[in-house]
């Protein structure tokens, strides 16, 4: 395995914390309204993203294949959409380590099944037991960082 790959992976993870809090803020300063928050950043992306297309070449040949794809290809859009709403309206109420721990683990657990089954046109990689310990390891590692301190704190008094 290429390990840029890996520090991309990284990254990218480091990018949806800033990005999260990035639109929290964006919505704090819209008078509290995270669907425009959500609608003006997803703005801002599809914009630079179509500038990179651009610049890249290959966009027209790419739009034209577009309808040939089956309609439920063309949903990640819509769920990446509903994703960051529901970061800008859950960060404030549940706190950003809360909401990213738990969208961590839902992602996790998503990939397993996709990855074993092949689902949706992935390369099968099927789950190993010492995964599912791994999974079992975060997860604890997840309940330990959402309930560690209220827990540990009743058994101090």
Same mark, same amino acid.
């Given at each position: 395995m290429n390990a840029i790959y890996y520090v991309l992976a990284f990254v990218a993870g480091l990018? #949806?914390?800033?990005?999260?809090t990035l639109n929290s803020q964006l919505a704090k300063g819209l008078g509290e309204d995270p669907v425009t928050a959500a609608l003006f950043s997803f703005t801002a992306g599809? !914009?630079?993203?179509? #500038?990179? /297309?651009?610049l890249r070449g290959g966009l027209l040949i790419s739009l034209a294949a577009i309808?040939?794809?089956?309609?439920?290809?063309?949903?990640?859009?819509?769920?990446g959409a509903c994703a960051l709403l529901s970061y800008v309206v859950l960060a404030p109420n549940i706190g950003f380590s809360a909401l990213l721990g738990l969208a961590i683990v839902g992602?996790?657990?998503?990939?397993?099944v996709i990855d074993h089954f092949g689902l949706?046109?992935?390369v099968r990689r099927p789950v190993s037991l010492l995964k599912l310990g791994g999974m079992l390891v975060?997860? /604890?590692?997840? /309940? #330990?960082?959402? !309930?560690g301190d209220r827990l540990f704190a009743r058994f101090l008094q």
């Amino acid at each position: 395995m290429n390990a840029i790959y890996y520090v991309l992976a990284f990254v990218a993870g480091l990018g #949806i914390t800033l990005q999260t809090t990035l639109n929290s803020q964006l919505a704090k300063g819209l008078g509290e309204d995270p669907v425009t928050a959500a609608l003006f950043s997803f703005t801002a992306g599809a !914009f630079g993203l179509g #500038i990179y /297309a651009l610049l890249r070449g290959g966009l027209l040949i790419s739009l034209a294949a577009i309808p040939s794809q089956p309609v439920w290809s063309l949903t990640g859009g819509l769920i990446g959409a509903c994703a960051l709403l529901s970061y800008v309206v859950l960060a404030p109420n549940i706190g950003f380590s809360a909401l990213l721990g738990l969208a961590i683990v839902g992602q996790l657990l998503s990939s397993q099944v996709i990855d074993h089954f092949g689902l949706l046109g992935a390369v099968r990689r099927p789950v190993s037991l010492l995964k599912l310990g791994g999974m079992l390891v975060m997860l /604890a590692g997840l /309940a #330990i960082m959402l !309930f560690g301190d209220r827990l540990f704190a009743r058994f101090l008094q």
